[in-house]
């Protein structure tokens, strides 16, 4: 082999490498794939089935599947707190265990649906795996081995046991059948309802919350962690892990990057989406808890996607030029802005029924910011239960 050949190896394989990954994303197919990660799980040798494997009590958590409304089939966990389970434990136990095909049937269903001050978090998850992968059991032990919340979680369209393959609208449509369901079958009111998603599932979130406030529905909270605010924007900078670039590489080719990104086929436009969100409550003088939860040292998704959002949500009730003059609204901002060291701060911008809440924590990295004191706070003042407004 020629010394030139071997010279250009280093860098070539490399870029072909490269080459081919950009061609492959360029198919919705194959970017879907690479997206949604919707076949990369555990379920080879877990069973999400028994969630005692996961550390629950026996039968305290429900496994079901529910309904969209163009015909798929969405696998869910419904969680009991562990209080409330506690002193109904021996006629649960009593119980069969495993997937239900009636959960209305269930004990845990009536414990919910019969409680008219019942609390329930809609939690939607991020990419890959199911819902009982990863840190996720961790963090429904978090939220419910001490509180009074009740926490449904499903599996979008494509992933773990659910039918079909993911799309932006066909993940709306699964939030949407999960929220229809938590106050229509459940018969649990939006006003005790927080919805709460995590990296790709903050994007669902913003997309339902939207959808919902057009409606005249207001939920008692909207929690992001670890947000981004469309996915061509983040994907411009994006780095796996904060080292392998996927984009990156093309920013110095401004053209070829706008090119590339418009292959993009699911969009998630969160920030286009919490603007109107605004709005929408705006216009009819409804109520918002929206909050921002990110850590400074989230290596996969940066934390100044946040700001963008922040500033989008707020756009949604001030004048647009009070919003694209950024050194205006960074001074304004400020001025709401309370530092909690050189890594950390909390900025709150109020507006009639309407409160948006951004905080930076320090640590956490992109998973276990779920389990960190911002998140269960931001649950805990959404339900009104820290003291300023009625639980």
Do not use: C
């Amino acid at each position: 082999m020629p010394r030139y050949w071997t010279a250009a190896l280093p860098v070539g394989v490399p870029l072909v490498l490269y080459g081919l990954f950009l061609g492959l994303a360029s198919s919705p197919f194959f970017q879907r794939h690479f997206l949604y990660a919707h076949k990369i799980n555990t379920l080879w040798w877990t069973d999400t089935n028994r969630p005692q494997h996961w550390g629950f009590a026996k039968n305290q958590v429900t496994p079901f599947s529910l309904a969209t409304v163009d015909g798929e089939s969405l696998y869910a966990w419904h969680v009991l707190p562990l209080p409330l389970y506690s002193k109904h434990e021996a006629e649960l136990v009593a119980q069969s265990s495993g997937l239900v095909e009636n959960i209305q049937q269930t004990l845990n269903f009536r414990l919910l649906r019969e409680d008219p001050n019942a609390r329930l978090v809609l939690f939607f998850h991020g990419n890959a795996g199911h819902v009982a992968q990863h840190i996720r059991p961790s963090f429904y032990h978090v939220l419910t081995d001490t509180s009074t919340y009740h926490i449904l979680a499903v599996d979008y369209r494509g992933f773990g046991h659910s039918s079909g393959s993911p799309t932006e609208e066909g993940l709306i449509l699964d939030a949407s059948a999960t929220v229809d369901w938590a106050v229509h079958v459940a018969g649990v009111s939006p006003d005790r309802i927080v919805l709460l998603g995590h990296s790709l599932g903050t994007a669902v979130v913003s997309a339902v919350a939207e959808r919902y406030a057009h409606t005249g529905i207001d939920f008692a909270g909207v929690v992001l962690a670890a947000a981004f605010s469309s996915l061509p924007t983040m994907l411009s900078g994006y780095a796996i892990a904060g080292y392998l670039p996927i984009l990156r590489p093309l920013a110095a080719f401004p053209e070829l990057l706008t090119r590339v990104l418009g292959f993009v086929v699911d969009d998630w436009d969160s920030a286009a989406r919490l603007t109107r969100l605004v709005r929408a409550v705006k216009a009819r003088n409804g109520r918002l808890n929206l909050s921002l939860v990110h850590a400074r040292n989230d290596w996969d998704i940066p934390y100044h996607e946040d700001d963008k959002l922040f500033a989008a949500a707020v756009g949604g009730f001030l004048a647009e030029s009070q919003v694209t003059d950024a050194e205006n609204f960074a001074s304004q901002k400020e001025e709401k802005t309370l530092r909690l060291g050189d890594d950390a701060f909390v900025s709150s911008w109020s507006h009639g029924g309407i409160e948006i809440r951004q905080e930076l924590f320090p640590y956490g990295g992109h998973n276990d910011v779920l389990m960190y004191a911002p998140v269960s706070l931001a649950i805990i003042r959404s339900f009104g239960l820290d003291g300023t407004a009625e639980a």
